[in-house]
Structures are given as structure tokens and as C-alpha cells.
């Protein structure tokens, strides 16, 4: 909200420094944005009237004037201006001035323009008559009949006068950041009782009762409101109305506030929007067929043009201002072009309403128009706003002499907003805020706010004024009396409360993980929850895999955000792809994050969110194995115990000969005492061929592993038990075994650890030779077997007992026999 501090001195008698001012109302709660002080940055700038023109004799843009500046010669000035004429009062720049420019189209500059006499094709000119962007002002708050040529004062000024004290410009100009919950702040009406409340000073609501009425309104117009939509709708009639420029003071106050003077039917209007922070319409009566106005929604597809020449398309959601025979207004938002106000308009409707917030956001959202009204409207407005509003437009139009009132108006107003009565403790507020205020010191300030208190004691019973929509409960009185006492004197304490800093048993292990990873080299990444969903295209995922239900975002920016990810891997090729493209030679990364899927349960449902790992390599050293020995590190550290890793030939994202799906036995308890079941881990493998083509991969093999973190979690122990070092010696036993070659490692590892009993602490694969000593199709596997006992030294009987069992149970299970030579 943009505030002119001269401005609410109109309502409250504020008289300090604007910087007390600004802090003083920051430690009350309103938020200050920005302070900008205007006015000051012109020198030698005066009132001047043109007296005399005469063509440039070599130049048939210029003219050279003859200026009256209150000194006892004329000046001349040279200028290329259209609007100028004899007898225009005009801003002098005097030569050695300095104004705030640009000039010429040339950029501004920081202190200004100097202004020095000279001369323009041969004629000398000594100083420069100013337009308004050249005096500072932006060009949006330009009046209409300004914006060409230089400014034309509207009337008779002292000359030689300091133009910016002739025109009472300097001012200081204050932005507030208003919070949603406070739309009473939107106007000067409700800062200035802000301010009013901060200084304990009075506080004076402007004038609303016209003078002389003629007629009623009822024998112009007729109101109809046939949507709930329309909390209230005002009427007023002026007529005898005429349109032209407004009073410099009424252009001044739109000017300060960021908006541009248009007529003074318009600028009126607009100066009481600002004011009481409640919208207003004028309509040309002659335009508004049937003499009646009629609030309901659009037919679909409606076309409407508005004031900004814009033709939309309206449907059947948008609530709109109809006469008998068709809209002229979206309501809320903008009125028609088909009932704008024009130089021959006699007679006007003034329209003052209350419309629903949540109507108006929606229509504005939809058309794409969002304005100075809309955005009031979108907060919500006080209905009971709208009378003391439409009243100000008719003394105001009467008080420039714009038109002639007619009494009354057409009101329609089905239900009427009461005010809230809220009770409150004089005893809680103190505990709440530390401070020992007295039942009296607290009324004071809510009646400083309008605000009625009824009831004794420790009681009261606070009724807010309905511009106040936001008191509510106890502890909105509690925040009124903290601001108004000043949070800058309650006492500061410490919390109190014996809680302890912890996090979750999941993000300990997350952290865990995270610990292992980088000791094994790797860096953390971070990628995006929004994706494509080509991205599993991309990896070759089946049309009907899981991978494929996506959450889909309502309102994506692009196609390549438009849903939510199910896995990591996509997002890990991309930043394997984007790191070789810059050409590093070798990278080792892993990404924790989470996933989203749609419930199948209940597609209604929450999407099923879960925490997944990915893990990617690639580089001169990294093979399979480096990334397969890298997954049983973390797993390993985590606590999970006895992981296999099974052939997977039919995942479309790795090498089909090189992919592994990982799983681990879950301990479970039954009535039958505790099982153990296999439970899938994830997936890990070497990236196919055809998908490191896609993303930038195709010069280099890139390992990928996309694990369940979730799933890791819940089976993880890293409860540390303590264990002696072994006191008797270990022994070993080599066994070389002639296979399939479609047999893997890890069915020969599981049928080895099972037979191989409680001595049995390791095996290790330590050899495999493909020849033509091993026949076609066939290859040879060699292990090392360590035996311990924890309370004797193994006897080579011992020994040999456990592994003949392993021997016996291979060739049973298996078919396996030793090799011969």
C-alpha cells in the first residue's frame, strides 16, 4: 500500500519526522517496503507563464518563448514542444538548475541534470521548459492530456514561485507491505487509523454529506442482484455532470500514490478507492439500457470487451454487471467499454458493491486481468464500506462542482454484516505478552482502534468494527495490544522447556549412508522431484511397469516438469551425461531423494511417497564389480547381512548380460518362531548401450544401481555388539568347480553357506577360467573356504567333515562335482 504521508495527515495529526514516523509504525506492525522522498530534487526550477512565441528562424520544430518568471526581463527558451500557446503557465528550469531528468530519451542519471543556457540552431536559449518525466515522474502516473509535450499547469500560479512549493509536491512516499489478513490496511482510511492508534492521536473520517440533493435516486435506476455472489450493491445518480480535467490537488493525490489522472469523474472514483479501500464504478446512464442494472453470472462463452479494448471470452463461473440487454461490466474487475464515461455524458450511476473474494480472484485469474480493484476484492472488503464510499464520490463530484446529487440511492443489501464480539482476559494477555498492563491501559487501545469493550474485571468483550475482519479469537486482541504497546518493549525470555535436539531414526540412517558413500569416493547430488515423463522412455521401462505411474502436476511450467519422479535413475544418467559432456574423466556419484506414485489402492488417495538411492560410476576403473562392491560396503555397513545378487536378463535400462537385481533375507516373526524371507533391495547393472547414447554416455560404460532406500531402512542394524578377536587360528580349504556357463557365482556362494555349517566364517570367489580344458560352454569357478571355531582349534578331520558336506550338497543340489585337473 503506497501511502502519501501529506495525504493521511488529512485524517490524523501526525506530526513527526517521516523516519520516526516509519519506525514508530513498523514497531506497531505494519511492514514497511520503502520511503522515497519527492519534491526535493529540483533546483531553480520556478513557475513561468509564456508571454510570447515566435517561429525559430532556421528550425521548423522550434519555437522560441518568451517566459515571465517574476524577474524584471523575460526569459527566452527554445523548445521543440506542440502544446504550447501564449499565456500557458509552465515549469521553468532556469539556467544552472538542476532537475531530476532524463531528458532527451537519454537514461537517468544519478543527481540529476544540469540546465545551462546555450543555444538551439543559432538562437540562444537560457533554461528548459519541463515535462512531467523530466521533472521525475514516472510515465504511467502521466495525465492523459499531459503525456505529449510539456506540462501545462491547470490555472494561474505565482510567478517566479519555486515550482515544486507552488504545486505542494514535496512529500514523502511510503510503501507498506500489507498482509493478507489485514485488507483494512488497503486505504488510506485504515493507515491513517493505524497511525492514528501508534500516536494516540485523533483520528477525523473525510467529509460524505453533500449539500443539496435533487430528486431520488429510485426514479433513475433499478437494482436487481440475483447471485449470492453480490454481498451488497449501491446505487447513486449525478447528473448535470461535467467531464474534464480534475483539480491539481485531486491529481496530486492520485499522482503520489502511483495511479494517472484521467477526468474527474474517473480520478474521483479512484481518489476514493485509495481512500476507504472499496472499489467504485461510474456508469454512463444513458448506456445502461432499460435504466436498470442487474448482477448474475456470464452465459458461457459470452464475448465482452472491456475498457481496455481487451475482447474476452467469459464463462459461466464469472460474475458480471448486466443492464436489461447486456453486460457491461466484469464485476470486480473492470467495466465495459460499451458504458464508459465520455465527454458528452450528462448523467452517471456511481456504483459501489461488495462482491466475493473468491468470485473475483477466479474471474480475474481466468481473464488475465488482474487490477487495483480486483486485487481489494481478492483480500475481502467490508460490506458496510460501500455507503460511506459511494457518498464521498457524490460530495466530492458536488464539491468540485462536477455535477448535481441526486438524493438517495438503491440499495440492496439481503444480508447484513454484523460486527464480532471476541472475549478476552485482561489476566492472559499479561501472562502471554510478560507485561502488567491494567484493564484500563488495554481498552484504551482497542477504542483507539473503534473497537467497543463491554464487561468487568478480568473480562472483556471486544467488539471490532466489521472493517476489521481479522480479530477473531483471544489471541488476535492479544496481537493488538503487543503492536499498539510496542514489541520493541515487551521483555525478551528465554523458552522454557527441557526438549532435546533429535532427529529421526530414517534420517540417521540417511546420514549414515550418506557417510559411507562419500568414504567410498562419491559425491552427493541433488536433482529435481519434477520431471519428464520421457525420462522413462528414455531407459527403456516397459509401456505396463510401475515405473510408469506418475503424479501429474496440474499446473507444470513445461512438459519437462510436468510430473512427479518414480526413480532416480533417469535423473543420475543425466548428471553422468552433463559431467562427461564437460569432460571429466571419472565420476562416482549417489543421490538419496524421494519418489511418488500414484495409490493404486485409492487413486484418490495421497500419492505413495518413498525414499530411494541412486548410485552411478563410470570412468577407466569402474566396472561391475567396483559398483556391486560398493553396494555390499554400504549395505554391509548398514547391517544387512547375506546379500545376493540375482541375474537379471529382462530390465530394458542395463546391458542384459550385466544386471543384477539385489536382495537380502528380512527377518520376520511368526507363531512358528522367526523366518526369514528374501526381500528385493533394488536393481544394479551396466547401462545399455542404447541408453547412454541418450544421455552423452555413448563413449564410456556407466554403472547404475537404483536401490529401495525405504525398504534398506527398515531391514538396517547398526546396533554395534561387541565381539573378541578370534583366540585359535583359522584354516582354509580351495574347491575348483567345472559349471554351466549360464550358472551364477551366487547360487554356487548360497548351496556353500548353508552345507558349510557354524565354522564355515567365509567365502570368497578367487578364480574363473573359460578354455578349452573345461569343454564348450563351460566355465571353471574357484573359491576360497576359511574355517574358525570360537572355542577349539580346528582338527583337519574338523575340517574335512565340513567340506565334504559342502561337496556332498553341491553335487546334490547342483550337480556339481570337483574339477580333475
Known amino acids: 500500500m503506497i501511502v502519501s504521508l501529506e495525504w493521511l495527515k488529512d485524517y490524523a495529526e501526525v506530526n513527526v519526522d517521516p523516519v520516526e514516523f516509519c519506525d514508530r509504525m513498523i514497531m506497531s506492525g505494519s511492514n514497511l517496503e520503502t520511503m522515497e522522498t519527492v519534491g526535493v530534487d529540483m533546483e531553480k526550477v520556478v513557475v513561468g507563464k509564456i508571454v510570447k512565441i515566435e517561429k525559430h528562424p532556421d528550425a521548423d520544430k522550434l519555437v522560441v518563448c518568451k517566459l515571465d ?86 490555472g494561474e500560479y505565482p510567478l517566479g514561485m519555486d515550482f515544486a512549493e ?62 449470492d455472489l453480490c454481498k451488497r ?134 481473464l488475465g486481468l488482474r487490477t487495483e480493484a480486483s486485487s481489494r476484492y481478492e483480500k475481502g472488503i467490508d460490506p458496510n464500506l460501500c455507503k460511506a464510499a459511494a457518498d464521498r464520490v457524490c460530495y ?104 532435546e535436539a533429535s532427529q529421526s531414526y530414517e534420517r540417521d540412517i540417511k546420514d549414515f549412508a550418506r557417510e559411507v558413500m562419500c568414504s567410498l569416493g562419491a559425491n552427493e547430488v541433488q536433482t529435481y522431484s519434477f520431471v519428464s515423463p520421457k525420462g522413462v522412455d528414455n531407459i527403456r521401462i516397459e509401456e505396463d511397469s510401475w515405473e510408469r505411474a506418475f503424479v501429474q502436476i496440474l499446473n507444470p511450467l513445461g512438459e519437462d516438469t510436468s510430473v512427479m519422479r518414480t526413480v532416480l535413475m533417469p535423473n543420475m544418467l543425466e548428471v553422468l551425461g552433463r559431467n562427461y559432456s564437460r569432460n571429466r574423466d571419472a565420476v562416482r556419484a549417489f543421490e538419496i531423494g524421494n519418489t511418488f506414485m500414484v495409490n493404486f489402492l485409492d487413486e484418490k488417495a495421497l500419492p505413495v511417497e518413498a525414499d530411494a538411492m541412486s548410485i552411478g560410476f563410470y570412468g577407466k576403473d569402474e566396472d561391475f564389480f567396483t559398483l556391486k562392491g560398493a553396494i555390499v560396503e554400504l549395505l554391509t555397513k548398514l547391517g544387512i547381512k547375506d546379500i545376493e545378487f540375482i541375474a537379471e536378463k529382462e530390465y530394458g535400462a542395463f546391458h542384459p548380460g550385466r544386471c543384477a537385481r539385489i536382495a537380502a533375507p528380512a527377518r520376520t516373526i511368526t507363531p512358528n518362531g522367526v523366518e526369514y524371507e528374501l526381500v528385493e533391495l533394488g536393481i544394479m547393472g551396466e547401462v545399455h548401450p542404447d541408453v547412454a547414447e541418450k544421455y552423452g554416455l555413448g563413449g564410456t560404460r556407466a554403472y547404475v544401481a537404483e536401490l529401495m532406500f525405504n525398504v534398506a531402512t527398515e531391514m538396517a542394524d547398526t546396533e554395534k555388539v561387541f565381539k573378541p578377536l578370534p583366540k585359535y587360528p583359522a584354516t582354509s580349504r580351495d574347491i575348483a568347480l567345472v559349471v554351466d556357463e549360464a550358472m551364477t557365482v551366487g547360487e554356487i556362494e548360497k548351496v556353500i553357506k548353508t552345507a558349510g555349517g557354524k565354522i564355515l566364517r567365509d567365502v570368497k570367489l578367487f578364480d574363473v577360467y573359460r578354455g578349452p580344458q573345461v569343454g564348450e560352454n563351460k566355465k571353471s569357478v574357484a573359491f576360497a573356504l576359511t574355517y574358525r571355531h570360537d572355542e577349539k582349534t580346528l582338527t583337519d578331520e574338523d575340517v574335512q567333515t565340513a567340506q565334504n558336506q559342502v561337496l556332498a550338497a553341491l553335487e546334490k543340489e547342483l550337480g556339481l562335482t570337483l574339477r580333475d585337473n
Open 69 to 154: 518568471v517574476g524577474q524584471e526581463e523575460l526569459v527566452q527558451i527554445v523548445t521543440g514542444a506542440p502544446n504550447v500557446f501564449e499565456g500557458a503557465y509552465v515549469p521553468v528550469a532556469l539556467d544552472g538548475s538542476r532537475i531530476p531528468g532524463p531528458i532527451h530519451g537519454q537514461p537517468k542519471q544519478e543527481g540529476g541534470v544540469e540546465i545551462k543556457a546555450g543555444k538551439l540552431r543559432g538562437v540562444e536559449s537560457f533554461g528548459m521548459l519541463c515535462s512531467f518525466e523530466e521533472l521525475g515522474f514516472t510515465d504511467k502516473v502521466v495525465p492523459v492530456n499531459q503525456k505529449e509535450g510539456i506540462w501545462i499547469l491547470g
Open 166 to 227: 507552488a504545486l505542494e509536491l514535496k512529500d514523502n512516499i511510503i510503501d507498506f507491505e500489507i498482509t493478507p489478513n489485514r485488507p483494512d490496511c488497503l486505504s488510506m482510511i485504515g493507515m491513517a487509523r493505524e497511525a492514528a492508534a501508534t500516536f494516540e492521536t485523533k483520528f477525523d473520517y473525510p467529509e460524505t454529506a453533500c449539500k443539496k440533493e435533487e430528486g431520488q435516486a429510485s426514479d433513475y435506476i433499478d437494482v436487481e442482484v440475483k447471485s
Open 233 to 366: 450493491y449501491i446505487a447513486r445518480i449525478v447528473k448535470d455532470v461535467k467531464v474534464e480535467d480534475s483539480p491539481w490537488w485531486l491529481q496530486r493525490r492520485l499522482i503520489h500514490a502511483g495511479m494517472r489522472p484521467i477526468n474527474n469523474i474517473v480520478d474521483i472514483t479512484n481518489f476514493v478507492m485509495l481512500e476507504y479501500g472499496q472499489p467504485l464504478h461510474a456508469f454512463d446512464i444513458k448506456s445502461v439500457a432499460g435504466n436498470k442494472i442487474v448482477v448474475d453470472t456470464a452465459e458461457e462463452g459470452e464475448k465482452f470487451t472491456t475498457l481496455d479494448g481487451t475482447e474476452r471470452t467469459l464463462d459461466d463461473m464469472m460474475l458480471m454487471i448486466h443492464d436489461a440487454e447486456k453486460s457491461i461490466a466484469v464485476a470486480g474487475v473492470m467495466g465495459g467499454l460499451n458504458s464508459e464515461i465520455e465527454a458528452d455524458t450528462n448523467t452517471i450511476v456511481v456504483e459501489s458493491a461488495n462482491f466475493v473474494g473468491n468470485s473475483v480472484r477466479t474471474t480475474a485469474k481466468r
Open 396 to 499: 466530492l463530484i458536488e464539491l468540485i462542482g462536477a455535477g448535481t446529487v441526486v438524493g438517495g440511492s438503491v440499495d440492496v443489501y439481503p444480508v447484513v454484516e454484523e460486527a464480532k464480539t471476541v472475549h478476552g482476559r485482561v489476566s492472559r494477555i499479561n501472562n502471554v505478552l510478560g507485561i502488567e498492563l491494567t484493564r484500563e491501559q488495554m481498552v484504551k487501545y482497542f477504542e483507539s482502534l473503534e473497537m467497543k469493550v463491554e464487561g468487568e474485571g478480568d473480562d472483556m468483550y471486544v467488539s471490532a468494527p466489521t472493517v476489521r475482519q481479522d480479530v477473531e479469537i483471544e489471541e488476535d486482541l492479544i496481537e493488538e495490544v503487543a503492536r499498539l504497546y510496542g514489541y520493541d518493549k515487551l521483555p525478551v525470555t528465554i523458552p522454557k522447556g527441557n526438549n
